[in-house]
């Protein structure tokens, strides 16, 4: 059964940088390659919302307030998926989640906290 953990987190000045990273244990790297893999966050009060996803075919997508200063990437054989997270703004502050999607399968990390603040 697939587990997610994400890292990388922490407290970041506006304008500074972050790369969280998502590792996938209890598979394959070639079953962890045919997942769909995206990066969501939820700030309090707030909905939680899709950051920026990349399919098994290396699509990319994100969403509009974080093109241009975030972006996503995978590593099928290491089983990870990254964020890297530039030019930082204190909106960006929430609790960041992996999710892995195939099939029927809908699988979430536990999270990790960025806080961006001065």
């Known amino acids: 059964q697939v587990q997610l953990v994400e890292s990388g987190g922490g407290l970041v000045q506006p304008g500074g940088s972050l790369r969280l990273s998502c590792a996938a244990s209890?598979?394959?790297?070639?079953?962890?390659?045919?997942?769909?893999m995206g990066w969501y966050r939820q700030a309090p009060g707030k909905q939680r919302e899709l950051v920026a996803a990349i399919s098994s075919d290396g699509f990319t997508n994100y969403v509009d307030s974080v093109k241009g200063r975030f972006t996503i990437s995978r590593d099928n054989v290491k089983k990870t998926v990254s964020l890297q997270m530039n030019s930082l703004k204190p909106e960006d502050t929430a609790v960041y989640l992996c999710?892995?999607?195939?099939?029927?399968?809908?699988?979430w990390g536990q999270g990790t906290q960025v806080t961006v603040s001065s």
């Open positions: 209890g598979i394959t790297f070639s079953r962890f390659s045919s997942y769909n």
């Open positions: 999710n892995a999607r195939y099939v029927s399968l809908d699988r």
